[in-house]
Nanobody, 125 residues
Framework: QVQLVESGGGLVQAGGSLRLSCAASGRTFSTYYMAWFRQAPGKEREFVTDINRSGDSTFYADSVKGRFTISRDNAKNTVYLQMNSLIPEDTAVYYC??????????????????WGQGTQVTVSS
């Protein structure tokens, strides 16, 4: 069982930056692939990025490639999402998620066993 708690969301102007954190409970954090999804009002949950167990491989959706960076610290049971050059279209609730299946770029929410409660990111124009 893994519990995930996101933090770091807020209101930022276009062009600004935010860093999200997702703290995980339990001793098995390093055995999970971790991901970030987002969901804007009236839209489906969208895959943003994921990272492998050791943190040395990542995958990004085209919409955030070059602007967002995912990383993890297994000693701190935490995964991060550094978001730069934010645009209004990035406005959404951001969720971290965990799965124990192999392979990067898994964008199917149903493959993820554990989810955080979400943190709101709002980018003003």
């Amino acid at each position: 069982q893994v519990q995930l708690v996101e933090s770091g969301g807020g209101l930022v102007q276009a062009g600004g930056s935010l860093r999200l954190s997702c703290a995980a409970s339990g001793r098995t954090f390093s055995t999970y692939y971790m991901a970030w999804f987002r969901q804007a009002p009236g839209k489906e949950r969208e895959f943003v990025t994921d990272i492998n167990r050791s943190g040395d491989s990542t995958f990004y959706a085209d919409s955030v490639k070059g602007r967002f960076t995912i990383s993890r610290d297994n000693a701190k049971n935490t995964v991060y999402l550094q978001m730069n050059s934010l645009i209004p279209e990035d406005t959404a609730v951001y969720y971290c998620a965990a799965r124990n299946t192999y392979g990067l770029g898994n964008s199917n929410p149903r493959m993820y066993s554990y989810w955080g409660q979400g943190t709101q990111v709002t980018v003003s124009s």
